[in-house]
């Protein structure tokens, strides 16, 4: 992710932060569709329009012949991939068929981790409608978020000329461990003063770039103790899963935050809770100043 905010409810909030990271850049890891790394026996699909035009040939960039395509009578079409182990997908990308002027307008995506119960990719509660394309060659990307699956449908629901698709997928696999390493927040971290921003500051002081895990003196403080929409936002320049945050209190006095919750964002402007079981999760209340790390499930992300 490439934004985190802390939304703190706070006894006092004085916060530092550290993130660690389980691999960088995840929307530009391509799971290899387009490279075929994904062999032509994972990819099914619910129907072909010919024998020139099977699921296989849904790859990103294949220009060997037509892409995949629907038969014309398949009134529920879909591509569908297996990527033979849990993985946690980032962003999907699509193209139309490089052959003639057939693709698909706007798609839904589904996701399962047995192959046989499928739920919907929704945001905001909704089902999420994907815009598609508009000619035959262009790569129409797009993230998503919280997605942890074993097999991906691409369902199509507008199309001109034909449903015919080529995609790909973004993401990492899902580890047992999370192999963590900083990414750059603490004091003399490699995360720029620029990159930190908050709701509000106590004063100078208290600025948000005060917000670093280990600086001796002071930590970021909101201008009030009593707003608990109050947040600490920090842009890590690329995007990453996150596995884990580490906070302290105030180096100086016995002023902490007593327990807070986590957003994540890709653009800034569109951030999501981090959840546990589908519910919220309020991380753990911190009793004192010292150091603590609290590891976040990436079977949540």
């Known amino acids: 992710m490439s934004q985190i905010n802390l939304e703190l409810c706070f006894h006092r909030a004085f916060l530092a932060v550290l993130v660690h990271l389980a691999t960088g850049a995840c929307v530009d890891l391509d799971l290899g569709l387009?490279?075929?790394t994904i062999p032509n026996s994972d990819i099914t699909s619910s129907s072909e329009q010919n024998a020139n035009t099977p699921a296989e040939h849904g790859r990103l960039n294949y220009t060997l012949g037509s892409s995949w395509c629907a038969g014309t009578t398949d009134t529920n079409p879909y591509?569908?991939?297996?990527?033979?182990?849990?993985?946690?997908?980032?962003?999907?990308?699509?193209?139309?068929?490089?052959?003639?002027?057939?693709?698909?307008?706007?798609?839904?995506?589904?996701?399962?981790?047995?192959?046989?119960?499928?739920?919907?990719?929704?945001?905001?509660?909704q089902v999420k409608f994907l815009r598609g394309n508009a000619d035959r060659n262009s790569e129409v990307k797009h993230v998503v978020y919280r997605v942890l699956t074993r097999y991906l449908r691409f369902l199509p629901q507008t199309h001109q000329g034909g449903v015919c698709m080529r995609t790909e997928v973004f993401g990492v696999k899902q580890e047992q461990t999370c192999k963590s390493a900083a990414i750059g927040l603490a004091f003399n971290?490699?995360?720029?003063?620029?990159?930190?921003?908050?709701?509000?500051?106590?004063?100078?002081?208290?600025?948000?770039?005060?917000?670093?895990?280990?600086?001796?003196?002071?930590?970021?403080?909101?201008?009030?103790?009593?707003?608990?929409?109050?947040?600490?936002?920090?842009?890590?320049?690329?995007?990453?899963?996150?596995?884990?945050?580490?906070?302290?209190?105030?180096?100086?006095?016995?002023?902490?935050?007593?327990?807070?919750?986590?957003?994540?964002?890709?653009?800034?402007?569109?951030?999501?809770?981090?959840?546990?079981?589908?519910?919220?999760?309020?991380l753990f209340r911190t009793k004192e100043r010292k150091y603590q790390l609290q590891l976040l499930s990436t079977q949540e992300y």
């Open 34 to 36: 387009g490279t075929e």
């Open 79 to 125: 591509l569908q991939i297996d990527l033979k182990s849990l993985h946690i997908i980032c962003a999907v990308s699509t193209q139309g068929n490089s052959q003639t002027d057939q693709w698909v307008k706007n798609y839904t995506l589904q996701i399962s981790t047995d192959g046989t119960a499928w739920v919907d990719y929704k945001e905001g509660g």
């Open 189 to 282: 971290g490699t995360i720029p003063d620029s990159s930190f921003s908050a709701s509000s500051s106590f004063s100078n002081s208290y600025r948000p770039s005060f917000g670093r895990l280990n600086r001796t003196n002071g930590g970021w403080g909101p201008k009030t103790t009593t707003n608990p929409a109050d947040y600490l936002q920090i842009d890590l320049l690329y995007e990453y899963v996150i596995c884990a945050v580490a906070t302290q209190g105030d180096n100086g006095v016995d002023e902490w935050t007593t327990n807070y919750k986590v957003q994540l964002s890709m653009d800034g402007i569109t951030f999501v809770t981090y959840q546990e079981s589908n519910v919220v999760k309020e």
